[in-house]
């Protein structure tokens, strides 16, 4: 099943800090965090694992709570590069195969 | 970097045309995945395969596409005969064996079916 992310869009401006929520009905053991420009392929973040260990960006910062089965990406003091569509994907049954979130928008104005 | 590379970057054909798209996964990476963007959608995974054998195709419409890694520096997908409603943007993706680990995906092909 897909996850679910909020919100579908928001917009900041330069130094603001913004929160992406990614919930899933199913049982998480980790998740997936991706970032995509516009025209462009979607680039990896990060990885939480059940546990809390962490595996990605140096800038950008995630939580992962098991019991509620949602993980969220936290951007602080946001820069102009950060706009983008922020993607999770969750693996099904604990394979390779990510299921992917529709997505939220990102747009971070000077 | 290593890359992954697709190729065409762009494809624009009629209806009822064959389409190849062609992948190189990153030297090394070991697992290989199909997926399909449009905006409807989003980003579906269409198949992906795992030391070049096929363990998953069950998102890709079996009467028209299909998927091959002839070696591991290649995979193919293939559509055959192609409709309007497969323009999409098709991204393959590379990576190492297990949930854990991050897929790196190619540019993709914008493909456009009239």
């Known amino acids: 099943q897909q996850p679910v992310q909020s919100p579908q869009a928001v917009i900041l401006r330069e130094g603001e800090d913004a929160v992406i929520n990614c919930s899933s009905s199913k049982a998480l053991y980790s998740v997936h965090w991706y970032r995509q420009k516009h025209g462009e392929a979607p680039v990896f973040l990060m990885i939480?694992?059940?546990?809390?260990e962490q595996k990605g960006h140096e800038k950008i910062s995630a939580s992962f709570n098991e019991k509620k089965q949602q993980s969220s990406l936290y951007l602080t003091a946001s820069q102009l590069s950060y706009s983008g569509t922020y993607f999770c994907?969750?693996?099904?049954?604990?394979?390779?195969?990510?299921?992917f979130g529709k997505g939220t928008k990102l747009t971070v104005n000077p | 970097d290593a890359r992954v590379t697709q190729t065409p970057r762009h494809k624009v054909t009629e209806m009822g045309q064959e389409v190849t798209m062609r992948c190189q996964p990153i030297?090394?990476?070991?697992?290989v995945f199909w997926y399909r963007q449009t905006m409807m959608q989003g980003l579906e995974l269409l198949a992906y395969f795992r030391n070049r054998a096929p363990l998953d195709d069950s998102g890709m419409p079996k009467d028209r596409f299909s998927a091959e890694m002839p070696d591991a520096t290649l995979a193919t997908l293939k559509i055959q005969p192609s409709e309007p409603r497969d323009s999409a943007v098709y991204f393959c993706?590379?990576?190492?064996?297990?949930?854990?680990?991050?897929?790196?995906f190619g540019d993709g092909t914008r493909l456009s079916i009239l």
């Open positions: 994907g969750t693996p099904r049954g604990g394979s390779e195969k990510l299921v």
């Open positions: 030297l090394g990476h070991n697992t």
């Open positions: 939480l694992l059940k546990g809390g």
């Open positions: 993706a590379s990576g190492l064996w297990g949930s854990n680990q991050p897929q790196h």
